[in-house]
T-cell receptor
Framework: DGGITQSPKYLFRKEGQNVTLSCEQNLNHDAMYWYRQDPGQGLRLIYYSQIVNDFQKGDIAEGYSVSREKKESFPLTVTSAQKNPTAFYLC????????????????FGPGTRLLVL | QKEVEQNSGPLSVPEGAIASLNCTYSDRVSQSFFWYRQYSGKSPELIMSIYSNGDKEDGRFTAQLNKASQYVSLLIRDSQPSDSATYLCAVKANFGNEKLTFGTGTRLTIIP
């Protein structure tokens, strides 16, 4: 089955600990994204990557880091510098279905819920 | 000022009626518009995309775009209880900016 997988489904972080969230896609999509969603709020972009070995900061990159060594994988590390990490983390990848410039459509993985102990 | 605004709801609609969800955006260069449905505790699921002024229909869903008024809406005909969810509006510019900007969502409840 083609799709986007995220693991784990739930993750618990202790104070001062770095944790890594996994995101894998077998859709052959070039671009991948990480979002954070807090209760009752919209999605906020953390990082995105349009090609392998390249990524850009989103709107709330502080306290997070990413890598893009393979097209299929875009892991997100929540560092100890992120003081309020409790949230629902969503990974997405995109493809241009319409064919027009900039008409990439994003599809989401199932998400990882991060909680602080 | 929020870039993408939605009424947070909740919006309650009787089963079988038309649900109308609205979204306004502030960036005039926005060219691509998307509606996502998100069930509680789940990830967003794409419902509709629209790029040109006018209406786009897909089954029971119709997206409407008015770029002059910077307004995009989603109509759900013959509303079903399974349509109860939060609906997220997202917009994107097409000029080297690959970022989607999301609204905070409208929570829709279909009343049997």
């Amino acid at each position: 089955d083609g799709g986007i997988t995220q693991s784990p489904k739930y993750l618990f972080r202790k104070e001062g600990q770095n944790v890594t969230l996994s995101c894998e896609q077998n859709l052959n999509h070039d671009a991948m994204y990480w979002y954070r969603q807090d209760p009752g709020q919209g999605l906020r972009l953390i990082y995105y990557s349009q090609i392998v070995n390249d990524f850009q900061k989103g709107d709330i990159a502080e306290g997070y880091s990413v890598s893009r060594e393979k097209k299929e994988s875009f892991p997100l590390t929540v560092t100890s510098a992120q003081k309020n990490p409790t949230a629902f983390y969503l990974c997405a990848s995109s493809i241009n279905l319409a064919g027009g410039p900039g008409q990439e459509t994003q599809y989401f993985g199932p998400g990882t819920r991060l909680l602080v102990l | 000022q929020k870039e993408v605004e939605q009424n947070s709801g909740p919006l309650s609609v009787p089963e079988g009626a038309i649900a109308s969800l609205n979204c306004t955006y502030s960036d005039r260069v926005s060219q691509s518009f998307f509606w996502y449905r998100q069930y509680s505790g789940k990830s967003p699921e794409l419902i509709m995309s629209i790029y040109s002024n006018g209406d786009k229909e897909d089954g029971r869903f119709t997206a409407q775009l008015n770029k002059a008024s910077q307004y995009v809406s989603l109509l759900i005909r013959d509303s079903q209880p399974s349509d109860s969810a939060t609906y997220l509006c997202a917009v994107k510019a097409n000029f080297g900016n690959e970022k989607l900007t999301f609204g905070t969502g409208t929570r829709l409840t279909i009343i049997p």
